[in-house]
Each structure stands twice: as C-alpha cells, then as structure tokens.
Nanobody
Framework: HVQLVESGGGSVQAGGSLRLSCAAS????????VAWFRQFPGKEREGVAR????????YYINSVQGRFTISLDNAKNTVYLQMNNLQPNDTANYYC????????????????????WGQGTQVTVS
C-alpha cells in the first residue's frame, strides 16, 4: 500500500519561506517521476515542479522559477519543495504526486500521469 504524506504548510508573510516535505511508504521516489502540484480555490490542480531520474532532472513553471526548489533525499525517501520569497498568489493547497513505473516525467506532467497523491498541505501567504 503506497502512502504519501505531506507536511510543512502554514501561514507566512509575503517574502517569507516554507519547506514542504513529502514522505513515502511502500514506494521509492528515486525510481520514479515525482512532482508538486497546487490547487487554488475553485481552480484545477496545476503542476508546480517535477523531478525525474532520481533527482537529476528538474523543471519549474515560470511563476515559481528561481523561488522554489524541488529536491529528493534518497536516504529519507522524502521529496521537498523549498519555497522562498512567497507571495500572496502562491496561496493554495499543495500536493505531492508520484507515478507508478515512470522514471522520467513528461514535459508537461499532466495530473493524469500521476498514480499516487498526498492529502495536501495548505500554504497561506499574506
């Protein structure tokens, strides 16, 4: 049974930082494509950053490029999303997601590619 558990969300002021964590059980991140998504109220979930090939290939959407960093700690089997210089329009529920059997992510990493999802963690920036 695969379980992804996020943590690290919270409330910060604009310009602040948060680090989200996603720990897995029954699953190995290093062998698969993993990603962070976010969902604004009333909107569809959107991909924010993805990680392929054991952490060697990273991609970010334009709005977070240079501010967010996705990383993988193989020893802890945990994926992180370091978020710096947070802005009010980053306020959303953030989810980690992982594929089943795909070492590389597709370029546009659609939601439909991901088989496993965490429960989400709320990030609020004021």
């Amino acid at each position: 049974h695969v379980q992804l558990v996020e943590s690290g969300g919270g409330s910060v002021q604009a310009g602040g930082s948060l680090r989200l964590s996603c720990a897995a059980s029954g699953y190995t991140f290093s062998s698969n494509c993993v990603a962070w998504f976010r969902q604004f109220p009333g909107k569809e979930r959107e991909g924010v950053a993805r990680l392929s090939a054991g952490g060697e290939i990273r991609y970010y959407i334009n709005s977070v490029q240079g501010r967010f960093t996705i990383s993988l700690d193989n020893a802890k089997n945990t994926v992180y999303l370091q978020m710096n210089n947070l802005q009010p329009n980053d306020t959303a529920n953030y989810y980690c997601a992982a594929t089943r059997g795909s070492r590389f992510c597709r370029a546009n990493f659609p939601r439909s590619d991901f088989d496993y999802w965490g429960q989400g963690t709320q990030v609020t920036v004021s």
